[in-house]
T-cell receptor, first 111, second 118 residues
Framework: GENVEQHPSTLSVQEGDSAVIKCTYS??????FPWYKQELGKGPQLIID?????GEKKDQRIAVTLNKTAKHFSLHITETQPEDSAVYFC??????????FGSGTKLNVKP | GAGVSQSPRYKVAKRGQDVALRCDPI?????LFWYQQALGQGPEFLTY????????KSGLPSDRFFAERPEGSVSTLKIQRTQQEDSAVYLC????????????????FGAGTRLSVL
């Protein structure tokens, strides 16, 4: 099956700085890569996703890049705000039915 | 309701007890997923339904875990003879799966049920 590794496990940045979270995957057949944000006591919420036929996607302050050859993808958050503090999960999927999640990154944005 | 609803939010069970966790998906969503999330880890896939059919149960850790969705809407995850290693948050997600475009593949998660087995 798929194996997704995520780094770093914790990330602390100053408000206004950028944050980058990286994931690698093992199954070259994976073709869909969503990122989820999970706040304390809540379920994961999709914040951005990318398909394997696209190299980069942006949505306001967040962007995701995908390198299919190297089998890694990254989440970039610019101009971080305290409300961005949460746990972020990447995932890799082949057939849209079985999501393999990374182990999560706890982002702390210091005001 | 507007989102995926799970109940109870918290469950404490004595080792050996049976528990039942409920998931109410978003109305009209065809697909339903169960995940297990250990403390400090990402969600791990347990099982998947399309309507009432359980199409994939490869993630269920043992035969003590059983899931059903008899009418293609509400789903129940049952754990028999609970053990301490079953302590985790159990997440349910639903997905539209109809229509066109990537939006149909988005999974919407509930807040989860935190199970503690003593």
């Amino acid at each position: 099956g798929e194996n997704v590794e995520q780094h770093p496990s914790t990330l602390s940045v100053q408000e206004g700085d950028s944050a980058v979270i990286k994931c690698t995957y093992s199954d070259s057949a994976s073709n869909y890569f969503p990122w989820y944000k999970q706040e304390l006591g809540k379920g994961p919420q999709l914040i951005i996703d990318i398909r394997s036929n696209v190299g980069e996607k942006k949505d306001q302050r967040i962007a995701v890049t995908l390198n299919k050859t190297a089998k890694h993808f990254s989440l970039h958050i610019t101009e971080t705000q305290p409300e961005d503090s949460a746990v972020y999960f990447c995932a890799a999927i082949y057939n849209f039915n079985k999501f393999y999640f990374g182990s999560g990154t706890k982002l702390n944005v210091k005001p | 309701g507007a989102g995926v609803s799970q109940s109870p939010r918290y469950k404490v069970a004595k080792r050996g007890q049976d528990v039942a966790l409920r998931c109410d998906p978003i109305s009209g969503h065809v697909s339903l997923f169960w995940y297990q999330q250990a403390l400090g880890q990402g969600p791990e896939f347990l099982t998947y339904f399309q309507n009432e059919a359980q199409l994939d149960k490869s993630g269920l850790p043992s035969d003590r875990f059983f899931a059903e969705r008899p009418e293609g809407s509400v789903s129940t995850l049952k754990i028999q003879r609970t053990q301490q290693e079953d302590s985790a948050v159990y997440l349910c997600a639903s997905r539209d799966s109809t229509g066109t475009g990537i939006a149909k593949n988005i999974q919407y998660f509930g807040a989860g049920t935190r199970l503690s087995v003593l």
